[in-house]
Each structure stands twice: as C-alpha cells, then as structure tokens.
C-alpha cells in the first residue's frame, strides 16, 4: 500500500508531452547553388518536467531529427551545446532546475529566453539564437545555457542573466538555397572554414515597470552576436575561397513600451548597438506597431527601422535581424474555431518582399496538419529579394501526445 501510494505521488507531480512531426517543403525553382526541389523533415520531441517540491520544479526536452537534404547530420550521438553547422540528429533541446520563492525566482541550465514585446522583428532579444537552416523567414529558437534571476513584485520586475557559454544561431549550409550568394560568385568553390567562438561570457539586464495606462521595459546586454560576420581566405591547393565564422563583441542598450488604447495597443521596442570588433557597425534597430483584436481575428502592423551610426557595411556578413528592418511588416491571424486557424505574414521593403500564408486544422485529439505558402520577391541587392527564387509551399502533419 505505502508503496502504491509514492508511485501515485510521483505520478502526480510527473508531467511529460511531445509530438512526431514530418514537414514537407517544395520550391517551384532551383538555384545557382542548390538543385533540389523538394526537402523532407522529421522531427521528435519529448519534454519532461517533474515537481520534486513546491518550490523546486526540474524541466527537460530531447529532440530527434532526419532529413533528406543533409541539413541534420548522420552522428549518432546526443549534441548538448549546439554549435554544429547542421542540424544534431540527436540534442539536448532543455534541461534545466526552477527555483521559486515569494518575489524570487531562479532558472538555472539549458533554457529558451525571449526579450521584448514586439513581433517579427524583436530588437532586445539578445538571449535567444535561432536556427535558420530550413529558412531564413520561418526560424525557431535555441536554447542557451544560463543562470537567470527574476524579482517580481506588484509593479515593477528584474531580471538578471548569465550565459556562460556562447551559442550561436545556426546560419544556412554554403551549398544550399538559403545562402544566396552574389552572382559574381557563380562558379567559385567556397569552402566552409569553421568559426572562432567568443571565449568569454554574456550577461544581461532588465527592469520591467506596469503602469496603470502603460508598461516600459529597459534592457542591458553585454556579450556578442549570435550572427556572423565572415572572413575569407584563398586556398591556393584548391582554388577554393575559405569562408570562417566570426562572431563580433556587443553591447546593447534597449528600451520597449506597450500602451493599451480604447481601440488598439500601440507597442514600441529600439536596441542601440555598439562593438568594438573591426567591420563591425554601430547602429539602432526600432520596430513601432499597433495591435487590434477584431472578434476572431488578431492584427498586428508597424514599421520596423534601422539606423547606422558608424562604420561601413560588411559584405561578408549574415544578419537577418537588420535584413527585416527597413521594411513595413504585418501579421492576421484568424481562428475560426477551435480546431481551425489562418495566419497571414509579411514583409515589405523598398526592393524586395514575402508574405507567408498558413492553414491549421486539429482533427480528432492528436493530430493537426498545416499547408502553407510563401512568396518571396524582389532585387538580388535587397536581403529579401537575393531569396526570390526561394519561395515555396509546405505541408506539416503533427501527432502530439
């Protein structure tokens, strides 16, 4: 009996939930550096968590990924720190201990941390790398390995990060669609030459104040770029140009706002970002929008900017954050019932656009399936438009359990 009862304790605090997915992508052209039309992806993951007591709460989720287009790798052992240049076919996604006490609480292990409140573009969210192998418009994020410490009262919250470790976004394969390279590049080998990590920490801050009518936030960020810059070498062997990862130092000073308004919420989030590593630039990424809820339907629109305070442009660079400034962006979502929903997204810049459309529906308890579409255009010169031969449609089926 005694023991029949801690089995069924341990069963109450013990929590666990997951989903087999497979995703589909088909693009109607090919490019200079990727003949393929047609990718699959599957993908596994279980997450776990488990209350050892009111104040102690321990979390994990493991990943398992395959693919037909080598963008996950063939090792099979489990990845724990996400910095392979593709896809770990086994990985560590969390694991991590929650600490809570009164106005105190604490995080400490892998963990997903997200700054801000803007949408598409989110200029504070230093603590939050992403993985854009499969596209450069529709990314998910990564973990990272820190210690965080939130105080929270009634008003007013600090949150307080340390990463000890970097982890960088995971930036698209060199002979694959989603690196577009110039067309004075056609015909030249290039040659993935590794990267050079930062060796030293990253840490963070932010105060959160709410105010009756309103609610600001300001941020500190003292670490480096989780995208690269790149620097290039001759081969002289091989008449391959050597392509290296480097990730520039970073300093970021943000601030965010939302004001709730009779008809809509207005929400406002700016970074200004200074370095001290050669070819990199000073510069200031704001983003302004307007929310409104209209029965079923959810719309998002603003402006998202960028201002260049010093230095000159690297070439040899990858920054989508910066590549969706500059540009017009808008989100709709429609749920038309429980089971239903349509999400329009997009972007617009002076020489280049996308916009994304995406059908959900839930069948039964278990299963949802997602058809979509995104149309890319525009000038080789524009970071939008350099992917215009890059649009596609999808197809993702999802059993949860």
Known sequence: MTGLLLFALLAQNFEQRGFIQNQALFYPQTTSNDGAQAVDQAAIRWEASYKVAPWLKLAGALDARADTHRQVNRDAQLNVDDRTTQRPAFSLRELNATLHKGKVTAEFGRQIIRWGKTDILTPTDRFAPKDYLSSVVDSDFLAVPAARITIAGANDSFDAIWQPWFTPSRTPLLNQRWTALPPELNGVTIADAGARYPGRSQFGLRWNHIAPRYEYSLSYFDGFNNLPLFSASLDPATAAVRAQRFYPSMRMYGADTAIPLPWLTVKGEAGYFTSTTPGAQDYVLYVIQVERQIKEWSLVGGYAGEAVTSGAANALS?????????????????????????????????????????????????????PGVAWIRGDMTDFLGQYHRNSYASLGVRYSF
């Open 318 to 370: 990858f920054t989508p954050d910066r590549g969706f400034a500059k540009s017009f962006v808008g989100h709709a979502t429609l749920t038309i019932d429980v089971n239903r929903s349509l999400t329009v997204e997009t972007a617009v810049r002076s020489a280049g656009s996308f916009v994304r459309f995406e059908y959900s529906q839930a069948f039964r308890e278990h299963w949802r399936v997602t």
